[in-house]
């Protein structure tokens, strides 16, 4: 069965850097295109990055291009997402998904795996 695992969320100031990690277990991670999501309260979920299988191919949402860099250790089964210059509107349930796909899908409905999500607050 495969599961992931995000860990790295807290509560930090406008200005601060987080890094979120993402572990896949129970499968093929070098499988798998990974995204990140953020869902704020009383506001829909929504891609913020991805990463090809091979982690040659990435994206970003523009709210957070310059500020966020996604990476991957495949010998780690490891997905991180750096997260530099936060702001208030950052503050979200972050989660990671994988398909098994050499790329992502623009499409949450396309990730058959979904981590529990890490909480990011940032505060002014």
């Known amino acids: 069965q495969v599961q992931l695992v995000e860990s790295g969320g807290g509560l930090v100031q406008a200005g601060d850097s987080l890094k979120l990690s993402c572990v896949v277990s129970g499968g093929t991670f070098d499988n798998y295109a990974v995204g990140w999501f953020r869902q704020a309260p009383g506001k829909e979920r929504m891609r913020v990055s991805d990463?090809?299988?091979?982690?040659?191919?990435?994206w970003y949402t523009d709210s957070v291009k310059g500020r966020f860099t996604i990476s991957r250790d495949n010998a780690k089964n490891t997905v991180y997402l750096q997260m530099n210059s936060l702001k208030p509107e950052d503050t979200a349930v972050y989660s990671c998904a994988a398909v098994v796909s050499v790329f992502p899908s623009r499409l949450a409905t396309q990730y058959g795996y979904w981590g529990q999500g890490t909480q990011v607050t940032v505060s002014s």
């Open positions: 990463i090809s299988r091979n982690g040659g191919s990435t």
